[in-house]
């Protein structure tokens, strides 16, 4: 009969039985005493990369995990991976162990089976996020279902020199005036880059009267109309752009730069405490200001979550659930640090935790949460690969 | 044993590119049968062709390199012609050895800041003698014609050009040909021109191609001043290469094949080219011309030899002023302020990333240098010399555009489960480093004085003794000189790294070139500076050690 059992258990080592179970917490920070974590995080913005280095001592201290930040230019790199590794077999111990993620990414890697989970709503910190007032549940309208756990909360606005610009703009309209007597003084990132995407979907977001179309998945009937307006707008604004939209910045940050060389004078982030920390850090000028738009402007959550194959998933639950702490929450939206929105729940914290909170000084650049407005919600992940892959047809080929 | 090391080292350096580009060709025809797709089937081309990028991206190439390549090749004739043997000319060749050892991708960041409209020549110009208080909107970098970038190859084929033509000199004696065309009433430069170059030209033949392969296919340099709307089609592979979605992949094979067609259509046009300039020279020499504007072209050759250097070297200069500027904006010459916080900041995980980036690049050198010195070694023994075609398989590696064979070697590697980790990197990187090792330690060690061998011989060593006693020894210069350019090959590498190290394994160069999304030019100057200086310092190790350790060995120093 043991025989039996042991046969068995020998014949059956599927990946589920190796796997940590989220709910028993003290298993699982047993199992990662001593485990490295692979972060697959974009590596561009030097602030983040910091931000990432500081938690990497705070988890080795605390649980004797080793954190190794694996620097993307894009994160759909690291999907390709877990895919290339799924197919070449590799389901024990794959190269990636968390990625950060939102949006097409995770309903690609969600919709593939590719994610372990569910794990986020087991995490013992959890309980202290704001489920009722942040869009944590749910990522680009697809349900997130504990497959990624949230870290942080983002919405756009537009970092403005109001040595330049006497006053913010309003609206998607307003903008486009304000390039045709200024011409050669806007731009943004080069879609398919991220944030460059969220300018698109900013603009027709903005361009639309009800912009609750956006929240079904693209049927090919009414995508012409319901974006017909955006590429009005942008086939008007493109030879306004820095440079006549014959080049673009890479990414996000690299518009900071142009920003301090005084090439343009108004980007878009979509970090509200971004300008203030680029401020500090000598990347803007000091008279650098931030605008959101009258109706509002999309936000989002940005997530962490775990492919099926890594080998260490319970080092990567300890990070994910450390990401969600009080200490690491107050240190992210520390605009000297990152300036990112915290997804807790101020009324769950401790007196003490909350303190902390309170006292960050949110800086010069940056808009209180109040003055920060609606915060409209992001489109099906469709619109975002479509309308991208149209711009890059459009505008990113060449004559 | 020594007789299976020239078959070790041909499989090291081509086993990799045959393999990588079967990886390419097979789902290029949609066969990835991972991916449960099966072919032969001519949909990727299809796709290819459907991308409305494809003929400005393919133009892009085409022009960016033989541009590249023209102009590198012309400015190193001329200025040879103009000032070989002056003391001009002895003062840009110890700038050789710094120049030639900046990383591409550090040049190109350098450089990108000189001439951008907010750049530092703009600057010093602002406001005024040009009036501007704000920088001009004007597409200087990533214009779309690619000038950018062919500037950025110049300034770094340059350099490599000119080595590979100084080796050459010492074999053509240019100085008795140059005094007998002199005698017979040539200028200078027309004399060396019609004596001296073409003889030359035969044997820089095969680094000329490996620069025209290079051009056309470079990643890293083109990601920083190149294009993007569209990108270089190499970019392009890569961005493909990278897609989550799988069916990008097959199209990234088939452009992949595309960009090597390219590359040996270019070379095939170079050849004609070649034919063409040969005819037309031969006339020039026969209708006896003395020389007419001479002192222009004498003149035109030092500017453009010293704009090329320059801007390498300033270019460096705005990197390490960035590192510790303070706020900094258009039209300052110099930061408002100074900080060490950058250093402070990125100053240890660069460090770390110096490391690493060593750890790679030693062990494929010390590979490379077994490989290499066994070969020649088993040459010396057997008496038998490189031929011309085995010359050609030397070169081969560095004329397969990278774009073309390494993402099909990584989906190979994946395909058998040994794709993560140090080691596929060190031996990806072998495959670029063993070419350079031998190419730069053949001649010295061919060169050697067999009589020394005899001697030892006679007086009772074993072949090995010989080696390891007499040979090595006096050869330790060449050997150090070999060292430092294959780690300086290893530590330049971004594809490889890249593609084959799956992201775990980063070096400087990865690094500063993932900076270079992020525009961030305080961190991009420490990564361009500690990257330049993890190949300067071998170059400055080869140049002290032997004179430390042979102080009292005058005859050693050679």
């Known amino acids: 009969m043991k025989y039996l059992a042991l046969l068995a258990a020998l014949a059956l080592p599927g990946p589920a039985l190796a796997n940590p179970d989220p709910a028993d917490w003290d298993a699982v920070l047993t199992e990662a005493d001593g485990q490295t974590v692979f972060w697959n995080a974009w590596g561009g913005s030097t602030t983040t990369n910091d931000f990432i280095a500081w938690v990497g001592e705070r988890v080795a201290q605390d649980y004797g995990v080793t954190l190794e930040h694996v620097k993307l230019t894009d994160t759909a790199d690291a999907v390709t991976r877990v895919l290339s590794e799924r197919q070449a077999g590799e389901n024990e111990d794959g190269a990636i162990d968390l990625i950060w993620i939102n949006g097409a990414n995770f309903a690609a890697m969600k919709e593939a089976d590719l994610l372990f989970g569910p794990f986020a709503e087991h995490l013992p910190n959890w309980a202290l996020v704001d ?41 998607m309209p307003a903008l486009l005036d304000w390039a045709r007597a200024n011409p050669g003084r806007f731009t943004y990132p080069q879609p398919p880059d991220f944030l460059g995407a969220t300018f698109l979907k900013q603009a027709l977001v903005d ?87 009258e109706k509002g402007t999309i936000g989002n959550a940005s997530f962490v979550a775990i492919p099926y194959n890594s080998g260490s998933k319970a080092g990567a639950m300890v990070v994910a659930n450390f990401l969600m702490s009080p200490e690491a929450q107050a240190r992210a939206q520390d605009p000297e640090v990152l300036g990112y929105g915290t997804v807790l729940d101020m009324d769950a914290l401790t007196a003490e935790d909350r303190a902390t909170f309170d006292a960050l000084d949110l800086g010069v650049a940056t808009l209180s949460p109040e003055d920060l407005g609606a915060v409209q919600a992001e489109p099906h992940p469709s619109w975002m690969t479509r309308i991208t892959n149209d711009w890059v047809d459009r505008y990113g080929s060449g004559p | ?62 022009v960016t390199g033989l541009g590249a390549t023209i102009l590198s090749l012309g ?66 970098l990533q214009d779309p014609g690619g000038l950018a970038l062919i500037a950025g190859l110049v300034v770094k084929e340059v350099p490599f050009l000119l080595l590979m033509s100084l080796v050459a000199l010492g074999q053509a004696q240019p100085k008795q040909s140059l005094l007998v065309a002199q005698s017979l009433g040539y200028r200078r430069s027309t004399g060396w021109l019609k004596t001296v170059f ?42 493909w290469m990278g897609d989550p979605d799988l069916a990008m992949r097959l199209t990234g094979a088939a452009a992949a094949l595309w960009q090597f067609a390219l590359v040996l259509l270019a070379l095939g046009l170079w050849w004609l080219g070649e034919r063409l300039v040969a005819r037309a020279g031969r006339a020039w020499i026969a209708a006896g011309s003395r020389g007419r504007g001479e002192g222009a072209l004498r003149g035109a050759a030092l500017v453009l030899g010293a704009v090329s250097a320059l801007s390498v070297l300033v270019g460096l200069i705005s990197l390490a002023v960035w590192s510790v500027a303070g706020f900094w904006s258009f039209p300052d010459i110099f930061p408002q302020g100074w900080s060490a916080r950058t250093w402070a900041r990125h100053g240890p995980p660069a460090l770390q990333t110096m490391g690493e980036t060593f750890v790679v690049a030693g062990a494929a050198m010390a590979l490379a240098l077994l490989l290499v010195l066994g070969c020649l070694e088993s040459e010396h023994r057997s008496g038998r010399r490189l031929t011309h075609r085995g010359l050609w398989l030397l070169y081969l590696p560095l004329l397969v555009p990278q774009t073309a064979f390494l993402p099909g070697l990584q989906t190979l590697l994946l395909s058998i489960g040994a794709d993560t980790g140090r080691a596929p990197v060190i031996f990806a990187h072998l495959v670029f480093v063993l070419p350079y090792v031998f190419l730069s330690l053949g001649d010295p060690w061919r060169a050697w004085d067999r009589r020394y061998a005899t001697v030892a011989h006679a007086l009772g060593a074993t072949p090995w003794r010989v080696f390891c006693q007499v040979r090595l020894p006096t050869l330790l210069r060449p050997i150090l000189t070999a060292t430092a350019v294959g780690l300086a090959v290893s530590v330049g590498q971004y594809l490889p790294t890249l593609l084959i190290g799956g992201g775990r394994v980063s070096t400087l160069t990865t690094e500063a070139v993932a900076l270079a999304s992020g525009g961030d030019r305080r961190a991009i100057g420490v990564y361009g500076l500690m990257q330049t200086l993890a190949a300067l310092i071998p170059f400055a190790l080869a140049l002290l050690l032997p004179t430390l350790l042979w102080r009292n060995r005058r005859g050693l120093h050679g």
Do not use: C
Request: glycine fraction near 8%.
């Open chain 2, 75 to 140: 400015i190193v004739a001329v200025f040879m012609a103009g000032w070989s043997g002056t003391r001009t000319f002895r003062l840009f060749e110890r700038l050789l050895s710094p120049v030639l050892s900046v990383p591409h991708a550090a040049a190109a960041f350098g450089l990108a800041f000189l001439i951008a409209p907010s750049g530092w020549i703009a600057r010093l110009a602002s406001p005024g003698l040009t009036g501007w208080d704000r920088p001009p909107d004007l597409l200087i």
């Open chain 2, 198 to 239: 073409p003889r030359i030209y035969r044997q820089i033949r095969l680094p000329v191609f490996v620069v025209l392969a290079y051009s056309m296919s470079v990643v890293d340099v083109a990601l920083i001043l190149g294009p993007t709307t569209p990108p270089t089609l190499s970019v392009q592979i890569v961005n």
């Open chain 1, 131 to 171: 489920t009722d007032g942040k869009t944590v549940q749910t990522d680009f309208t697809v349900p997130v279902e504990g497959y990624e756990a949230p870290w942080a909360m983002a919405q756009v606005v537009f970092m403005y020199d109001t040595a330049d610009v006497p006053e913010s703009l309003t609206s």
């Open chain 2, 1 to 62: 044993m020594l007789k299976l090391l020239p078959l070790l080292t041909v499989l090291a350096m081509l086993g990799p590119v045959i393999a990588g580009l079967w990886g390419t060709v097979l789902p290029a025809f949609g066969h990835l049968p991972a991916a449960g797709l099966l072919g032969p089937t001519l949909d990727p081309f299809r796709a290819l062709l459907h991308w409305p990028g494809v003929t400005e991206a393919s133009r892009l190439s085409v």
């Open chain 1, 207 to 293: 361009l639309l009267e009800d912009p609750s179309v956006l929240q079904d998945p693209v049927s090919e009937e009414t995508y012409s109309g319901v974006t017909g307006p955006l590429w009005a707008f942008l086939d008007e604004l493109t030879p306004l752009l820095w440079r006549e939209g014959r080049a673009y910045p890479a990414s996000g940050p690299a518009q900071l730069q142009l920003m301090a060389d005084d090439e343009i004078d108004l980007a878009i982030s979509f970090s509200p405490g971004e300008a203030t920390a680029a401020i500090a850090n000598f990347q803007l000028p000091e008279t650098v200001r931030t605008f959101v738009l």
